[in-house]
């Protein structure tokens, strides 16, 4: 399942996810939870295995699964536990790195996590202007971990190698990248030499416009893709971390329901919006 893009920001970044899935599996809400860590989440939790495919905390830490590695890998039923869960139980973890490198994920089928975090690093060593200071790109193939820091400064594209043989995902990245040249031009001050990054300005309107518009031509490929009978994209979340807020949009393109809610880095009461 799953594309997702980053767009930095200087007081943070903007994170969008298209969910794909059977449609069967029933529309979460999303949720304000506190995990046994006392961390404060917002969340869809996914009703059938109780986990999440996506999060952020009251402290702007955020992360995300695709499902798979690097290529399409054969299943070994039964699972010890879902992928969903084990992204909650991440944030159960004051580390990182330690989480990578000393949870159990034996039994666990393959997947990506991406993890974007905040406050860890000295002043001295972070990107100039922005709060955001790594961005963890962590797989799991069923037997070894791979980790990688990735630039924060730099628009991202994933795509989920379950789903989106190499090929594919080549041609889906492309729709981003002349996203990202033809929308640049547009916006005034727009500056930046530097290959793939993103203005400051870039509404967060603008990449969820690509998020259900993108398109290759083939409608089961498209950013909002359908595979009759298999799966289809259902959901779209947009998490919006500045230096005060974390912000987060579902968008559930099944049942055409809209729920938004934010957390302030102040306070532990969230701001709800239903629709």
Not at 43 to 62: N, V
Not at 188 to 217: D, M, W, Y
Request: charged share 25%; proline share 6%.
């Amino acid at each position: 399942m799953c594309t997702v893009t980053y767009l930095p920001r200087p007081s943070g970044f903007i994170l969008t996810h298209n969910r794909d899935e059977a449609p069967s599996r029933s529309s979460p809400t999303i949720v304000q939870e506190k995990t046994p860590g006392g961390e404060t989440l917002l969340f869809p939790r996914d009703s059938l295995a109780g986990g999440t495919w996506i999060a952020t905390s009251r402290r702007g830490r955020t992360a995300c699964l695709l499902n798979g590695a690097f290529t399409l890998h054969k299943r070994v039923l039964p699972y010890r536990s879902s992928r969903g869960l084990i992204l909650l139980d991440f944030f159960d973890w004051e580390n990182p790195d330690t989480f990578f490198q000393k949870y159990d994920f034996e039994g666990i089928e393959p997947f990506t996590m991406l993890c974007f975090e905040q406050g860890q690093l000295p002043e001295s060593l972070k990107l100039s202007g922005s709060s955001l200071n790594r961005i963890y790109q962590f797989r799991w193939d069923g037997q070894q971990r791979y980790l990688e820091n990735l630039p924060v400064d730099q628009a991202h594209f994933w795509c989920s190698a379950t789903l989106y043989p190499p090929e594919m995902q080549v041609r889906r990245e492309q729709v981003f990248r002349e996203w990202l040249t033809n929308y640049s031009p547009i916006l005034p001050a727009v500056a930046s030499a530097k290959e793939n990054t993103i203005s400051p300005i870039t509404s967060h309107q603008s990449i969820l416009a690509l998020h259900r518009n993108g398109r290759i031509g083939d409608p089961e490929n498209d950013y909002v893709m359908i595979r009759t009978g298999k799966v289809q994209t259902v959901s779209i979340t947009q998490i919006i971390v500045d230096e005060k807020n974390a912000r987060m949009r579902y968008f559930d393109l099944v049942g055409g329901k809209r729920s938004e809610r934010r957390l302030n880095s102040s306070q532990r009461a969230a701001i709800t919006v239903n629709r």
